[in-house]
């Protein structure tokens, strides 16, 4: 139980274009999702916390209009890329927390999607 | 504020012996700890948690971990190391009422055959 899919795994893009990565919970409903970035070799780094049905909250220093994050419904939560640009080539893993559960419940990890922007 | 400590980016141990990876966390208030393992290219699989209840946690795939309050330490165990235990091992503080992670830098393993 608990799986959480991402999609796609890997995408390349052209320089300027935008790119959307979806984060779906299979087996349980997740009323909070989260998206993190991880560089090579370095840990991960919260990007924003994503609730259903209300708009995402971002971490400090991170552009809300360049990662847009839209979390629809319980068990879908989507991350656009918006004109993206080389430095925005990273790992992007997102995770969601069940339903039901306390804050800090466990949360469960994707499988990462690797964007590469050429 | 919360944080986490790992020493050791990197740590080598021989096929069957004992794997000790080292957590200290920083927490104002009693944490909550977790162990993911990530293999390249993959998101992180939860290994084990302490949530306050027994301080002695035992996982997936034999590693086990002990909440130790008054060395702030939660240190990730496994009696005998096997190759395929080769990955990226991060530790995780959080508290009740906090959604938000707090990750170590974590600890490269690599099993020598």
């Known amino acids: 139980g608990a799986v959480v899919s991402q999609h796609p795994s890997w995408v390349i893009c052209k320089s300027g274009t935008s790119v959307k990565i979806e984060c779906r919970s299979l087996?349980?409903?997740?009323?909070?999702m989260f998206w993190y970035r991880q560089f090579p070799k370095q840990s991960l780094m919260l990007m924003a916390t994503?609730?259903?049905?209300?708009?995402?909250?971002?971490e400090q220093g991170v552009e809300k209009d360049k990662f847009l994050i839209n979390h629809a419904s319980l068990t879908l939560s989507t991350l656009t890329v918006t004109s993206a640009h080389p430095e925005d080539s990273s790992f992007y893993i997102c995770?969601?927390?069940?339903?039901?559960?306390?804050?800090?419940?466990?949360?469960?990890f994707g499988p990462g999607t690797r964007l590469t922007v050429l | 504020a919360q944080s986490v400590t790992q020493l050791g980016s990197h740590v080598s141990v021989s096929e069957g012996a004992l794997v000790l990876l080292r957590c200290n966390y920083s927490?104002?208030?009693?944490?909550?700890l977790f162990w993911y393992v990530q293999y390249p290219n993959q998101g992180l699989q939860l290994l084990l948690k302490?949530?306050?209840?027994?301080?002695l946690v035992k996982g997936i795939n034999g590693f086990e971990a002990e909440f130790k309050k008054s060395e702030t330490s939660f240190h990730l165990t496994k009696p005998s190391a096997h190759m395929s235990d080769a990955a990226e091992y991060f530790c995780?503080?959080?508290?009740?009422?906090?959604?938000?992670?707090?990750f170590g830098t974590g600890t490269r393993l690599t099993i020598i055959p």
């Open positions: 927490s104002s208030v009693p944490p909550y």
């Open positions: 995770s969601a927390r069940a339903m039901g559960g306390g804050k800090a419940d466990t949360q469960y």
């Open positions: 302490y949530t306050s209840a027994a301080t």
């Open positions: 995780a503080v959080t508290n009740f009422g906090n959604e938000k992670l707090t």
């Open positions: 087996d349980f409903q997740a009323t909070t």
């Open positions: 994503s609730n259903e049905g209300s708009k995402a909250t971002y």
